[in-house]
Each structure stands twice: as structure tokens, then as C-alpha cells.
């Protein structure tokens, strides 16, 4: 311990404050008799002063009335003889001074002294017959009244000095005594506590203060001792505890260790880790444990829960009837009850409960930790165990699965690899891709420079997937799903022994524990073979369907159309040399639309698609020149020449006309007659002969030209989402020239698609304005003077008069109100000129009607648009196409059959 500053002593300080505050109390005092004498002589001299002005004022009344300067200074002189008279001044009533003192030698400033606490000033009149007739001034000294203040004080001062001296040296011999050499003491006994003698007992016969401090050191002193060695204990039982393997020695060690270290005279334990309540007990007199009272009902309404609300407290003293005492500790795990400590002594413990259960509640902990602990080693132990046998039973499935995989990579017939990261192909790959790959140095490759390099992808797209790969190895698997379109799904390869094959690649990511692409699983499989025979399928599955088409329109009607085809062909490349104008890049995609449409319209679809591709890269920004069109046109023959040789080659047989006998003509000649001289035969009769009679020489009537479109009628409507129109036509016979016939074969396509697409509506809108779902196209014929006039139309809504002045106003830069309806409906003849929301296989592009218009005039006849009826209320409004065609383009259906019969007999 540390030597005692003397500063620092009790006593001392006791000592200095008991002084100081004696000091305190005398200086007071002093101060308080000092102030009571200068108050009491202050007021002897004012009493003083007072009455000298009084007698002055009476004894300078007569002088001064009479201005008896003598008398003035002779009273002056014997008042100023006075010793506390410190000034004195007499001034009559005209204000002049009559006599004027001062001590000081400055008597013109007496009346400086009013502001002085040295000096008491007073002023006092002079009185005759009730009128002031002078003015006394007097100044009072109370310096010799402070002076004897200060004389007493210091007087007092010396005395107090001396009671101070001597009370302090009485305090430090009484504080000595009384507290300094207890204190000592104690501080001995502190210091041996200090460093750890607690041998020595701390006793005193003192009853007082110092008496209780030296008890309540003492016992400190011993719960230190207890504490220590409890902690001793606790320590050496907590080293050995943790060292035991089981749970029946660790039960076993802390009741020999409760029996030593307590008064206990048995002691139970018992635990719930087995699931069960079990006790271990281990005395020095096993008598003793017949004395604890199990069937206590205390005791058993405790041990036969498992709620730690009920053993909250640290320990419980159960007594029996015949005496003694058990002390039960719950062992506790974050609320669970796993065991109890129970003891007993027969004659009660001596021990408090709060002493034996502080030590024995970190006992508890400690044995509850250890026999959790061993509990969790038995259960890890058991769980290695099951762990091991797994890992075994797994290593061997997974050494089965490692060989099943071994076996499919070498016999799969697939190329199989891993893409990690820079790209790298994995080691391990399947067998058949060195077959793929014409190599077998594969590992370690870069996957861009060893396959895609030697593909037939562009540069552009080598590079994407590059880039693709280098980033989504590592990235979540968000960013490759993505992305993922940007890998190719097959290539044309040439191997390194320089055979071109066709692959197609599977991709698949392969991701870790954080759904991030730790490498690239890829399939090649070699389709070569497999995309030959597609493609020889594919061959014979076009050609079979190109032979149905054929068939489906007739061999001889075929014929005629590929010589159409052939002659719009070899118009467009005639048009295609040298520079084109406007006038024939016009004609060109007139030419191209009345292909495509005379195509589609009789079913002719690999052509009609070959003509819209076409048509459609003329449109999306082909410059239409004279190259560019010849080269496009080749596409087109080609197509045609394919047909052409399926008619020539396959259906050779079906192209040889049936041959008219003359004998079969001499008999229509004959019934032809019969008929039209008979009345009985009806006029229907009549025209069917005629019309037989017309096919054998070779004549053909409108109705054979439509006749040839309405077989895909229904296929073109369908696309439409519409069903196949009616058709009703009614036009006299009459002869065409082949020009006509070809012509007119080239008009009606364009007109039907545009009735189909434009005019008639669709079947919801129809049925809401109560029509027939089937709209019905109308083509009649009749002679106007030296024309053969034609009329077509449906009886769909007609033309959106409102919607083609408002795209004519935008064209030409006018106001709407200035095109009339005639101008509207001519413009619809206008190259380029369409409604079409968009482009399809049938409309939209402006050329269909614009070509019907040229191929008339070609012939010398003409076409135009007749409105007829009123506008509806949106603004449409019904028409009809009028075609005139000159009669000496054809011959007139009044012409002798008969004739032609005869001579073709």
C-alpha cells in the first residue's frame, strides 16, 4: 500500500477545518463588536454635533442681528476649541461670511467635507422672532472614533490568536487519539487485505464508528476468503469437468465436489439429456440418501416440469417433517430444463441460500454447458458418422456417375465442350468432337479462333459472340438470358480436312452457388447429311406442290398462262434496257404487280411469293435500274422455268389436246340445227350448244376468263379474314382475240383483289348493316354502239370519298374543298397512288389499278369509275368500273357458230 500523504491525513484535515472555522467565527465576532462601537460613537457624535449647533444658533442670534463681529468670533473660537470640531463657518442673513475655520487650513472649502466618510457635516439657521437671519456650517472628525475601533480590534485580534494556538494543539492531541491511530489500523489490515493475507482477523473494542468500519472490514474480509474459494473451486471444477468424456463422470465428480465444498450430507443430481429423468449419486454414507425427501410434493411439483418459470430462483429449501433441510438448483438452458442439483443436510445448512446458491448457479452453468456440450458431441459424433457413410455411399455414386459420364463422351455422337473463362475450351470434351472438328489439339483453344473463325459467320457477328462470352462468364445469369440471342444456333464449318459441314450449337450456362455463369456448355451435333436430305424433302415437297397448282388450274390453261408470264417477263427486260426513266420504272412495277397478281390469283404461290419478294427490295431501298431489275427478273424466270419443266416434264401426258373428230363435229353441226329450228327447245338448250360449239373452235367468253380465277378465290378471302364472294355474270358471248383474252386475263386479277381487300367490308361490319357475309361481285356486258362495255363493281362500302380528298389535298398542296368527286375517283387510277393501311401480298403498294388502266389502253379501250347512289353517312359512297372495249378488238357474239363448225369439220 502506498505511504500516507500528510495533506492527505483525516486528522489533519479535521484539524484544519475545525481551526478555520473557529477562525471564521472569531473574525466575526471582531467584526460585529467593531461595527456595534463605531455605531454607537457615530451616534454620540451626531448627538454631540447637534447640540453644538443648537447652542451656536442660539448664541449667534443677537450678534448677528446686531452684526457684533466680536461676539461672532469670540463664540466662534470656543466652539472650534472642541476637539472632534473639524470646521466651522458663520454667514449671516445678506449671505456674507462672517467667521470661517478649518483644521486644515482651507476654510474656503468646508463645504467639500459633506462628501467625506471621515466627516460629519451639518448645516443649521440662525432664528430671530421665527426669520432666519445666518447660516451655521459645522464638520464633526470621526477619525478619532475609528482609531479607538481599530485600537480594540487589534487588541481582540491578539486574543483570538492565541485561543486559535492553543485549541489547535488540544484538536491534534484529541484527534490523535480518537481517530488517527484506529485509522492506522486499519489501514495496516487494509494493506495486508491488499496483498492477499486474509489470515488476520480485523478486530476492535471501540463500539463506534471505527468500531462497525473495522467489523464491516472484517467481514469483507471473510466473504473475500469464501469468494475465492468458491472461485477456486469453481475454476478446478470447470478444468475438470470440461475434461471428463462423459456425462456419468461429469455428474459423478460434481457431487464428491458438492459434498466437499458445502455442508451438505448427500447430494442427487439429476438430468433430461437422455430424454428421461435419470439420477447419479455418489455418497461417503449412501444411508444418507434415504433422507431426501422425493416424494415431497414440493419437490415433485418442480422436478415434473420442464417450465424454467418454476426454477427461476437460484436454489429452493425444501423441509420434511422429521426434519432436515433440501437445497434443489434447476439447471437451466436458455429456458429449458435439463437437470437439477439437489442436496441435503439433516441438521439445516449453515450456509445461506444466497451463499450457497450464487456458487452453485455458476456451477450450474458450468455442468449445464458441459452436459450440453457433450450432448452436441454425441450428436456431431453421430452425425460424422452418418456424414462419413454417405460421403462414401456418395463418393461411390458419384464414381459411377464420373464413369457413366467418361462413357457418354466418348460414344455420344455429338461434340460436347466447356467454354471457361478467355474462351478457353475445357480438357474435358467428348470424343466425336474431334471428329467434328477434324482435329484433335482442341483443349486449351481459344472456342472464336478453333470453330467460329472458320464458320460462314460474318466478322460482325464472330465478334458479338466473342464479346457475349467474354462478358456473361461471371455475370449473373440474368444478363446471359438476356443476351442469349446473340449465339448462333447453327453455322456452315469447314473442318480442317477441309469439308464443309453444317453444325448445329446448343448453348446452356452452367452456374455456381450465387447464380452466376462459371462456364459455357456447348453441343455441336454435324447435320450435314440430316440438312441434305431437308433439303432433297424440301425439293420434292415444292415440286409436288407446284404440280398440284399446275393441276389445280389446268394444263392447257397453265400453258396460256406461263406464255402471260413469259410476255410480261420479257416486256419488264426490254424495259430494262439502258437508262429507265420514270415512264418505265412505272411500267416495270405494273408489270411486276399483274405477274404477282395473275399468280396469286390462281394459286400459283411459289411464284406470286418469288414477284412480293421482290417487289418488296424495290421497296425497302433497291434502287430500281437496269441491272438491278434484270438481275431480280432472273429470280422470277427462274420460278417460271421451274413450272415450265414440271408442266413439260411431269405432266407431259396431260398437255396433249384431245382431238375432234370430224364425225363428232357433223354432229353438234346437226343438233345445233335441230335445236334452232325446233320451238320446242329452249333457250338455255340453244346457249349450251353454242357454247360447246364455241370451246371446240377454240373461242373463249368472259366468263371463261374468271372462270380461271375462282379457284383460289376462297384461299385469297381467307387471308382476308373474309369469306369467298359470290360472283355474278352476266355478259353476252362474244369472240376475243387472243390479245384481248390475254388482256383482260391481267385486268380482272387487279380488279377482284382490290373488290377483296377495298370494297367489300368485313363479316362483322356487313352483318351490322345487315348485308350477307358473303359480299357479290358483279360483271355485266353489254354493246354501247361500236363498244363492247363492260361493267364491274361490288356491293361492298365503296370508295372513302372523304379519306382520298384528304391525301389528294396533302399531294398537291390544296384545299380539299377545291378536288371534286370526280377528280377523286379518277385519282385512284394514279400510279403509287393507295389507301392501304399496309402492304401486303395482295394490295397496298398503288400499282394494281394503275395497271389494269395501261393494259386497256394498250388495247385501245379504256376504263373509269362511275359513282352511283348517294354518300353514305362516313363518307363513302358506291361505284362501279366501266370498261369500253372497241368491237374491232373482238367479235361480236352474233357471229354464225354454225359456219365455223362446218369449216373446222
Known amino acids: 500500500m502506498a505511504n500516507l500523504n500528510r495533506s492527505e491525513s483525516i486528522a489533519r484535515k479535521l484539524n484544519?477545518?475545525?481551526?478555520?472555522?473557529?477562525?471564521l467565527a472569531m473574525t466575526v465576532f471582531s467584526g460585529i463588536l467593531g461595527l456595534r462601537n463605531y455605531q454607537k460613537i457615530e451616534s454620540t457624535l451626531k448627538a454631540r454635533s447637534h447640540s453644538i449647533l443648537q447652542l451656536a444658533s442660539i448664541a449667534f442670534s443677537e450678534p448677528l442681528w446686531n452684526y457684533d463681529q466680536e461676539s461672532i468670533e469670540k463664540f466662534s473660537e470656543s466652539i472650534i476649541n472642541d476637539d472632534v470640531v473639524e470646521a466651522l463657518e458663520v454667514i449671516d442673513q445678506d449671505g456674507n461670511t462672517n467667521y470661517s475655520y478649518s483644521k486644515t487650513g482651507n476654510s474656503d472649502e468646508i463645504a467639500a467635507f459633506s462628501g467625506n466618510s471621515d466627516y460629519l457635516y451639518h448645516e443649521a439657521n440662525v432664528i430671530r422672532e421665527d426669520n432666519p437671519i445666518g447660516l451655521i456650517k459645522l464638520v464633526v472628525s470621526t477619525k478619532s472614533a475609528k482609531e479607538g475601533i481599530k485600537e480594540s480590534l487589534t487588541a481582540l485580534a491578539g486574543l483570538t490568536t492565541i485561543l486559535l494556538i492553543s485549541l489547535a494543539f488540544t484538536l491534534k492531541v484529541t484527534l490523535t487519539a480518537l481517530i488517527k491511530k484506529p485509522i492506522n489500523y486499519l489501514t495496516g489490515r487494509a494493506a495486508e487485505l491488499a496483498g492477499g493475507d486474509l489470515s488476520q482477523s480485523i478486530k476492535t473494542d471501540r463500539n463506534d464508528e471505527l468500531g462497525i468500519l473495522a467489523g464491516a472490514f472484517d467481514t469483507m474480509r471473510v466473504s473475500i476468503k469464501k469468494k475465492i474459494e468458491d472461485l477456486d473451486f469453481l475454476n478446478l471444477m470447470g478444468e475438470t469437468v470440461n475434461q471428463l468424456p462423459s456425462r456419468k463422470h461429469v455428474l459423478k465428480h460434481v457431487l464428491r465436489g458438492l459434498e466437499t465444498h458445502t455442508d451438505a450430507q448427500a447430494a442427487v443430481m439429476y438430468n433430461r439429456f437422455d430424454g428421461r429423468l435419470v439420477s447419479e449419486k455418489d455418497f461417503h454414507n449412501h444411508n444418507f440418501y434415504e433422507e431426501i425427501d422425493l416424494s415431497h410434493p414440493e419437490l415433485q411439483e418442480k422436478l415434473g416440469t420442464n417450465e424454467s418459470v418454476n426454477f427461476a430462483c437460484c436454489g429452493l429449501f425444501?423441509?420434511?417433517d422429521h426434519g432436515g433441510q433440501v437445497f434443489v438448483l434447476p439447471l437451466i438452458d436458455e429456458g429449458e430444463l435439463v437437470g437439477v442439483i439437489a442436496l441435503w443436510n439433516a441438521e439445516g445448512f449453515e450456509q445461506g441460500q444466497d451463499e450457497i446458491g450464487h456458487t452453485l448457479d455458476t456451477l450450474a452453468r458450468i455442468v449445464t454447458t458441459r452436459l450440453k456440450n457433450l450432448n452436441m458431441i454425441e450428436i456431431i459424433e453421430d452425425q460424422n458418422r452418418n456424414l462419413e457413410r454417405k460421403v462414401e455411399e456418395r463418393t461411390a455414386e458419384l464414381a459411377e456417375k464420373t464413369n457413366d459420364i467418361n462413357a457418354m463422351l466418348q460414344n455420344i455422337p455429338q461434340g460436347i465442350f466447356t467454354i471457361v473463362d478467355g474462351n478457353q475450351i475445357h480438357h474435358e470434351y467428348s470424343h466425336h468432337l474431334e471428329d467434328i472438328l477434324g482435329r484433335k489439339d482442341i483443349a486449351q483453344h481459344n472456342a472464336m479462333d478453333l470453330i467460329f473463325a472458320r464458320s460462314n459467320l460474318s466478322g460482325d457477328a464472330?465478334?458479338?459472340?466473342?464479346?457475349?462470352?467474354?462478358?456473361?462468364?461471371?455475370?449473373d445469369d440474368i444478363n446471359y438470358s438476356a443476351n442469349q440471342d446473340l449465339l448462333a444456333s447453327e453455322i456452315e464449318f469447314r473442318d480442317y480436312h477441309d469439308e464443309k459441314k453444317v453444325l448445329q450449337i446448343d448453348w446452356s450456362p452452367i452456374l455456381n452457388d450465387s447464380d452466376e455463369v462459371s462456364k459455357i456448355l456447348v453441343s455441336l451435333k454435324d447435320v450435314t447429311d440430316l440438312k441434305a436430305l431437308e433439303a432433297q424433302n424440301e425439293a420434292q415437297k415444292r415440286e409436288l406442290a407446284m404440280i398440284g397448282q399446275i393441276l389445280n388450274v389446268g394444263p392447257s390453261k397453265f400453258r396460256e398462262f406461263l406464255t402471260t408470264a413469259d410476255s410480261l417477263i420479257e416486256e419488264i427486260k426490254g424495259l430494262a434496257i439502258g437508262n429507265m426513266g420514270e415512264r418505265a420504272i412505272a411500267e416495270v412495277k405494273r408489270d411486276l404487280h399483274t405477274l404477282k397478281g395473275n399468280a396469286r390469283i390462281r394459286g400459283i404461290s411459289y411464284l406470286s411469293e418469288v414477284v412480293h419478294e421482290v417487289e418488296d427490295r424495290f421497296a425497302n431501298g433497291l434502287e430500281l435500274n437496269s441491272a438491278n431489275v434484270i438481275q431480280e427478273v432472273d429470280h422470277i424466270e427462274t420460278c417460271v422455268a421451274s413450272y415450265s419443266s414440271i408442266l413439260n416434264d411431269k405432266l407431259s401426258s396431260q398437255n396433249?389436246?384431245?382431238?375432234?373428230?370430224?364425225?363428232?363435229?357433223?354432229?353438234l353441226v346437226a343438233i345445233q340445227k335441230m335445236c334452232k329450228e325446233t320451238a320446242n327447245c329452249s333457250q338455255d338448250v340453244v346457249d349450251a350448244i353454242d357454247d360447246v360449239c364455241n370451246?371446240?373452235?377454240?373461242?373463249?367468253?368472259?366468263?371463261?376468263v374468271i372462270n380461271e380465277m375462282r379457284g383460289n378465290l376462297k384461299s385469297i378471302a381467307s387471308s382476308l379474314a373474309k369469306p369467298e364472294p359470290v360472283f355474278r355474270v352476266k355478259v353476252p358471248y362474244f369472240e376475243m382475240k387472243p390479245e384481248l383474252k390475254q388482256a383482260l386475263g391481267n385486268v380482272f386479277p387487279h380488279l377482284i383483289n382490290n373488290a377483296l381487300d377495298h370494297g367489300i367490308e368485313s363479316p362483322e361490319v356487313r352483318l351490322g348493316k345487315n348485308k350477307d357475309q358473303r359480299g357479290t361481285i358483279f360483271v355485266n356486258g353489254r354493246q354501247a354502239g361500236n363498244d363492247m362495255q363492260i361493267e364491274f363493281y361490288d356491293d361492298g362500302q365503296g370508295l372513302d370519298i372523304s379519306r382520298i380528298r384528304d391525301k389528294l389535298s396533302q399531294q398537291r398542296g390544296?384545299?380539299?374543298s377545291q378536288i371534286n368527286e370526280i377528280e377523286v375517283a379518277d385519282s385512284i387510277f394514279a400510279s403509287g397512288f393507295s389507301t392501304?393501311?399496309?402492304?401486303?401480298?395482295?394490295?397496298?403498294?398503288?400499282?394494281?389499278?394503275?395497271a389494269v388502266k395501261q393494259a386497256l389502253i394498250k388495247l385501245g379501250a379504256n376504263i373509269e369509275v362511275r359513282l352511283i347512289g348517294d354518300p353514305t353517312d362516313d363518307g363513302f359512297r358506291q361505284f362501279k368500273f366501266i370498261m369500253k372495249i372497241p368491237i374491232e378488238v373482238s367479235e361480236e357474239a352474233g357471229s354464225d357458230a354454225s359456219n365455223k363448225l362446218e369449216k373446222l369439220s
Open 16 to 23: 484544519l477545518r475545525l481551526l478555520i472555522l473557529v477562525t
Open 318 to 320: 425444501l423441509s420434511r
Open 462 to 475: 464472330c465478334s458479338q459472340i466473342g464479346s457475349f462470352l467474354d462478358f456473361a462468364i461471371g455475370e
Open 656 to 667: 396433249s389436246e384431245s382431238a375432234v373428230s370430224a364425225d363428232m363435229v357433223h354432229r
Open 695 to 704: 370451246k371446240v373452235q377454240g373461242n373463249h367468253s368472259i366468263d371463261d
Open 814 to 816: 390544296v384545299d380539299a
Open 836 to 850: 392501304a393501311q399496309k402492304i401486303t401480298d395482295i394490295s397496298g403498294r398503288g400499282v394494281g389499278l394503275d
